[in-house]
C-alpha cells in the first residue's frame, strides 16, 4: 500500500478550501476555456483579467440556480418567449438565487 497517495477531495470541502475564490470558478468558462478551479486568462495576452469573464458566471448560475423568472431547473438555459437567451446569457433573478444557494 502507498502511504503516499491521496483520497480525491470532496467538491464540498474544496469550495471551503478556496474560500478566496468566487463559487463561478467550479465550472469551466466558456469563454476562455479555463478549467474548471482554474483563473480565466485572456490568451491573446496570456494574462489574466480582473474578474471572471461574464459566460462563466453565467454557466455557474445556469448550473447551480433555479432560475425564478422562467421557472426552469438547474442546468437548463434561460429562456424568454420560448427561445433560449443569446449566447447563454441567464436572468439576473437567477444570479441572486445562485449566490444564495452558494451562501
Given at each position: 500500500?502507498?502511504?503516499?497517495s491521496q483520497a480525491p477531495m470532496p467538491d464540498s470541502l474544496r469550495h471551503q478550501m478556496r474560500?478566496?475564490?468566487?463559487?463561478?470558478?467550479?465550472?469551466?468558462?466558456?469563454?476562455?476555456?479555463?478549467?474548471?478551479?482554474?483563473?480565466?486568462?485572456?490568451?491573446?495576452?496570456?494574462?489574466?483579467?480582473?474578474?471572471?469573464?461574464?459566460?462563466?458566471?453565467?454557466?455557474?448560475?445556469?448550473?447551480?440556480?433555479?432560475?425564478?423568472?422562467?421557472?426552469?431547473?438547474?442546468?437548463?438555459?434561460?429562456?424568454?418567449?420560448?427561445?433560449?437567451?443569446?449566447?447563454?446569457?441567464?436572468?439576473?433573478?437567477?444570479?441572486?438565487?445562485?449566490?444564495?444557494?452558494?451562501?
Amino acid at each position: 500500500v502507498n502511504r503516499h497517495s491521496q483520497a480525491p477531495m470532496p467538491d464540498s470541502l474544496r469550495h471551503q478550501m478556496r474560500a478566496k475564490h468566487h463559487p463561478a470558478r467550479s465550472v469551466p468558462c466558456p469563454w476562455c476555456h479555463a478549467h474548471a478551479h482554474q483563473p480565466c486568462r485572456i490568451p491573446s495576452r496570456a494574462s489574466q483579467p480582473a474578474a471572471l469573464h461574464q459566460q462563466r458566471m453565467a454557466a455557474w448560475a445556469q448550473t447551480t440556480a433555479v432560475c425564478t423568472t422562467c421557472q426552469v431547473a438547474p442546468g437548463t438555459p434561460c429562456h424568454l418567449d420560448g427561445r433560449a437567451l443569446a449566447d447563454g446569457a441567464v436572468h439576473a433573478a437567477r444570479y441572486t438565487e445562485a449566490d444564495r444557494t452558494a451562501a
